[in-house]
Each structure stands twice: as C-alpha cells, then as structure tokens.
C-alpha cells in the first residue's frame, strides 16, 4: 500500500447583503465562523455547504451527497464544475420545533472531470432572494514515480524501469515521453495504485520527465508530468 496524498480543498463563499455581492478572495480558505455558521440578514439565511469538508477529496467515480444549511422552504440547485445545475432539491426545517433549515442532493457520477474542480450551490427563496456557496475539491491524487529509485529518485539502474503511483480507482494508466510514444500501461486496482513496467529500453544517461495520463470509468481523463529522472550509464 502506498500512502495517499493528503490534498485541501480552499473555498469560496458569497452572499447577497443589502443587494451587495460579497465574495472571498480566490483560493482563500474561509474562516471558522464562515465554514461553520450561516449569517442571517433581515431572517433570511445564506446557504452554506457542509459536506464534503473543506479538506476532503471527493471520489468522482461515485454520486458526491452534498449537504447543508439555508433558508427554509428555499429551492437548491446544485452545480456541477462547470456551472450547470444538475440536481434540485428544497430546504427542509431541520426539527419541528427548529428554526434551522437543512438540505442534501447528489451530484450525478462523471459531473467533475478536473483534479482541482469545484461543487457549487445556489439557494432562491420563496420570495426571491438568491444566495451562494463554492467549494474547490480534488477529484483525484494522480501520481507516478519509478518504483525503484536510487540516490534520493532522481536516478534510476535500470533500462526497463519500473514505475508505481495513484489514481482514481480503476482507471486505465498511460505513461508516455514527451513525444507521445507510449513508454507503459497499467490498470488501477480498486484502492486506485497501480504499477507497471517500461515496455522497451530507455537510454543510457538519458534524463526523462514522462506524463501520465489516466482514463476513469466514466471515460473522462486526467494528466500530470512525473518528475524528472535519470538513467544511469550502468542502467542493464
């Protein structure tokens, strides 16, 4: 087992005050009362997403449930990476005696397709008030690196190296030179590692900095350059 990478998710939160659009700057991680607690304005209270966390990965193989607060009786519509809504639902009053309004809707499987992608929800009143919510997540912790490295990974002793890394589950795993020729292929297993072998040999002294591309099962891809590495004049 490799260990996972531990990715944090910034959010960005607005809100409709007196007619005013406010927002959070970009990439800026809320504060605990913002990331905790709705404001109210005049009884009306903004939405908030409260699941996923702020410093979650989300499985974008799997319906994402996303959960929160806001105005009772208010419409949601979840938004999927790309700004289109692609589940509705309505606030629900949490107890009968509460006067907190909660709601949950799922986001459809393949809705993010980016490593760093955003959930988003828009909440309008009865009365037609709006109000906002943005989280950025991780949908993937794809990864690569020789599987048997040498002087601190940056050298490799073989021709035919090995390479291991992360992805999302199940996906298939192509790792080619800058050219696009293929070096190697691999199937994730179910916990998303992989492992797999050069298909010919590299050169001797050669530095390479190869891609990785992985292809989920919801067809959607996904990319990132492994880090640079050398093979060894000694490599056999």
Known sequence: ???????????????????????????????????????????????????????????????????????????IGLRSGNGTVVAKTTVQRQSAHSDTGTWTAKLPVGSLTLEHDRIGVIQTSPDGRTSQDLIWVFTSALSGEPANPMYGGGSVNQLRP???????????IVVSGSTGRVVATATADASGEWTTKADFDLTRGGRYTLNITETR????TN?????????LNTAR
């Open 162 to 172: 090995s390479f291991r890394g992360e992805s999302s589950p199940n996906s298939k």
């Open 1 to 75: 087992m490799f260990p996972r990478k531990t990715v944090a998710a910034t959010a960005i939160a607005m809100s409709i005050l007196g007619g005013t659009l406010v927002a959070a700057p970009a990439f800026a991680a809320p504060s605990t009362a913002s990331a905790s607690s709705a404001t109210d304005v005049g009884a009306f209270q903004r939405v908030d997403i409260t699941s996923p966390e702020y410093s979650s990965t989300v499985d974008a193989e799997q319906t994402i449930t996303v959960s929160g607060t806001g105005q009772i009786g208010a419409q």
């Open 223 to 231: 990319a990132v350059k492994m880090s640079t590495f050398t093979v």
């Open 217 to 220: 099962t919801s067809g959607s």
